[in-house]
């Protein structure tokens, strides 16, 4: 399968403990995207990567929050100290930078559900 | 007031029905929309793109964008009970970033 994966697919954790999502975009990609959706709402922008350059950050993106993309490929969203309210699901997702303009074609992964209690 | 606003629905409508699924937008200079579609529990899929304002047309679905009135379409002909799912609204990248807004998505089923 050479779609967008995500690990883990779910995960539960205790209110203060730090987790770790990881995204391994479609290969030939070099744009990778971080969105977080709750019930009921669409999914919404956290960062960007161009390569290994993290271009935008959204003001969602709190300091508890930080990703990284070191080789330009995988990427992981690492949030520290959660709390109740960043129950989500963490959608990764990819697309190629074409020379005129990104033409809106966005491959999303599975998406990684956190429910933190 | 949001970029993209769409009506959350439930919508239902029977199997066969012509859905028409509706959406808003806030900057008469944003360019580029799609539609994405979600099934339960899984991540959201690219129906179709489309640039400036006109129609385009792709099997049983046709998009519609009418940039007078900022007003994004997207009809569904023959709609199968497979049809059913989250249909969500995006704009793309301009020149303000390179990320997607995406609406709160309208759920709709059809019913066999």
């Known amino acids: 399968d050479t779609g967008v994966s995500q690990d883990p697919r779910h995960k539960i954790t205790k209110r203060g403990q730090n987790v770790t999502f990881r995204c391994d975009p479609i290969s030939e990609h070099n744009r990778l995207y971080w969105y977080r959706q709750t019930l009921g709402q669409g999914p919404e922008f956290l960062t960007y990567f161009q390569n290994e350059a993290q271009l935008e950050k959204s003001r969602l993106l709190s300091d508890r929050f930080s990703a990284e993309r070191p080789k330009g490929s995988f990427s992981t969203l690492e949030i520290q100290r959660t709390e109740q309210g960043d129950s989500a699901m963490y959608l990764c997702?990819?697309?190629?930078?074409?020379?005129?303009?990104?033409?809106?074609?966005?491959?999303f992964g599975e998406g990684s559900r956190l429910t933190v209690l | 007031q949001k970029e993209v606003e769409q009506d959350p629905g439930p919508l239902s409508v029977p199997e066969g029905a012509i859905v028409s699924l509706n959406c808003t937008y806030s900057n008469s200079a944003f360019q580029y929309f799609m539609w994405y579609r979600q099934y339960s529990r899984k991540g959201p899929e690219l129906l179709m793109y489309t640039y400036s304002s006109g129609n385009k047309e792709d099997g049983r679905f046709t998009a519609q964008v009418d940039k007078s009135s900022k007003y994004i379409s997207l009809f569904i002909r023959d709609s199968q009970p497979s049809d059913s799912a989250t249909y969500l609204c995006?704009?793309?990248?301009?020149?303000?970033?390179?990320?997607?807004?995406f609406g709160p998505g309208t759920r709709l089923s059809v019913l066999p």
């Open positions: 995006a704009r793309g990248p301009d020149n303000y970033g390179q990320n997607f807004v």
């Open positions: 997702a990819s697309s190629s930078q074409s020379w005129l303009v990104n033409t809106g074609e966005l491959f």
